[in-house]
């Protein structure tokens, strides 16, 4: 199923018409949809897949779109149309956009409020991946964190998208990177976007190793998107007064916190969710990213994206990560 030729008024969208998972999905040719007052119309070379994808297409996503939409949370592209009190200015520009649904598509609508504008060091392909994970990688550790040059954050799950972009974030913060993930090959790539120290999940006491890289006194912060599977990690490979992100459970499974060693340990707690800053503190989010392409430019954040797949292969995008064997991040590609 190829895109429309010009003048056809239709597009290409991966369907949700069944919360089932993948066999919820089909690929069909919808009606082009046009900006309404405040919207633009991004004309999507590229969709990032992200975990949290593969939760809404089953219903367990914390936001709950009604039935049938198109999944996908952010896009890159081209802005071909705009809506009435947009600026005109817009059209034509190169953007990237987080949005509510709709990024498995050949068009998506964004408000013009949260499109950001894409310098000519980023490429599609590269930006669709680049904002939730940058961005909730850095909020954490700015906002909740505060991430302090000096300190020792300990990064689990860091062959992941968010967990890499956290890696890269924590060093251009001046921290000193632990990084934990899974097998030889993945923690060769944390290295290489520069965490100081790997630890392997399948073969090292976690806690006893950081213990002893931090001479006996624990991290500072610890970021952590995978949940249940490190949590003794969290708990234990903290010092004093530390702080844990919870920023996901990509591994499966809730931590339930034994509150008597947050106690004891002085331990701070924090939840992040990206999307909630979004929602309540959008200005702040834009300046987060307006930071993070500026490093980009600067060389000091090379995204990772490990797998670009065409949009007719949109279910083997979805398994990529299910099955956790993807670095980085997987992007769909739309031409």
């Known amino acids: 199923m190829a895109d429309g030729v010009p003048g056809d008024r239709t597009m290409r969208a991966v369907v949700c018409r069944d919360l089932a998972g993948v066999a919820g999905l089909s690929l069909e040719r919808r009606p082009l949809p046009d900006p309404g007052p405040g919207k633009v119309r991004i004309r999507v070379r590229a ?35 705009i809506g009435a009190g947009v600026d005109a200015d817009l059209e034509g520009a190169r953007v990237l956009a ?3 649904s709709g990024g498995y598509a050949d068009h998506a609508l964004a408000p013009a ?13 590269t930006a669709a991946g680049f904002a939730i994970a940058y961005g909730s990688s850095h909020g954490a550790l700015r906002w909740e964190a505060r ?18 972009a956290a890696v890269e974030c924590g060093k251009a913060m001046g921290a000193r990177v632990i990084a934990t993930c899974r097998g030889v090959e993945k923690g ?11 630890l392997d999940t399948d073969t090292d006491d976690l806690v006893a190793r950081i213990k002893k890289l931090t001479e006996g006194r624990g991290a500072d912060v610890v970021f952590d998107p995978v949940g249940k599977s490190v949590e003794e990690a969290s708990l234990r490979g903290l010092g004093f007064g530390g702080r844990w992100l919870v920023v996901g459970f990509a591994g499966g499974g809730v931590p339930a916190l ?5 106690l004891v340990k002085n331990l701070a707690v924090h939840g992040f969710n990206w999307g909630g800053h979004r929602r309540h ?12 392409l500026a490093w980009h430019g600067e060389g000091r954040l090379r995204p990772h994206v490990s797998h670009r797949v065409p949009l007719a292969d949109y279910a083997r995008a979805l398994d990529l990560l299910r099955s956790r064997t993807s670095t980085g991040k997987v992007v769909l590609t739309m031409t």
Do not use: C, M
């Open 113 to 125: 409020s949260d499109v950001v504008r894409l310098t000519d060091a980023i490429d599609e392909v």
């Open 98 to 100: 987080v949005i509510a």
């Open 258 to 262: 034994p509150a008597n060693i947050l």
């Open 281 to 292: 503190q959008p200005g702040r989010v834009a300046e987060g990213l307006t930071e993070l």
């Open 147 to 164: 991430l302090q040059p000096g300190e020792t954050l300990v990064v689990h799950g860091a062959s992941g998208g968010v967990g890499l």
């Open 47 to 81: 969709a990032g897949v992200n975990f949290a994808d593969t939760l809404v297409i089953e219903g367990k996503y914390q936001e709950k779109p009604a039935l049938p939409f198109v999944p996908g949370f952010e896009v890159a592209g081209r802005i071909d149309a």
């Open 188 to 198: 060769r790539l944390a290295r290489e976007k520069g965490a100081d120290h790997v």
